[in-house]
């Protein structure tokens, strides 16, 4: 089987069954392991999958990847994130409205802060479903398009709700963060995220070490417009940024 029809069998078992370990796709394809490895890091390179620890997860037509691939690669990283929110958030900022947007490392977070009588808003899916079970809060989950596979909800629906919201912090992650600023990979995330910040009194930008220096096609916001950016990067990776102005804790 030639690589390009190794890749469109590939591509039809990650449409049927949303991911894949390498020795299942091994397998499938009566191929070895060292092929599909060398098939998806290709595959990787044109945008057409993207790859986890031991598989791969086809993307969406945003080029968007699956909150449980996202929350999968990378764990370490978005845990040290999450643990370094907490202690900030605690002592930094006063809120009873959160927006929490639909990020993997906003995921890992949800989890471990308390809310007891604050008012939560998000368009994630799973973060509400985290969050519904948990006492004394009022859980907002806002209506809109439902992706179906990164289980976030946007459109023009949720915006508009959004647009009513007044919030006192907006909690958000991102796909690229540089000295230019944060970015996404869609234009319908951008724009909602760009939304919950112009609502929200403060803005906290979480980013995990591997985020930074890196870029996406649609920017959110400057990096100065957050009053704070916490990530686990090193205090070299982030001289750059305190360089620029941003409050970047590590």
Known sequence: MFINERANAIIEYLRIHKKATISELAEHLYASESTVRRDLAEMQSSGLIARYHGGAILLDGSGEVSIFARAERDAAAKEACALNA?????????YNTIFIDNSSTCLTLAKKLDFAKKTVITNGLHIALALEQKPHIELILLGGIVNSSTSAITGALSIRTLENLSIDLALTSCAALNLHGSYELSLETAQLKQVALSNSKHKVLIAADNK???DAMYRVALITDYDFVITNASDE???PYKASGANIYN
């Not at 907490?86 to 006063?94: N, Q, S």
């Open 212 to 214: 930074l220096d890196t």
């Open 86 to 94: 907490i202690e900030k958030l605690d002592g930094l900022i006063k």
């Open 237 to 239: 990776a982030v001289k």
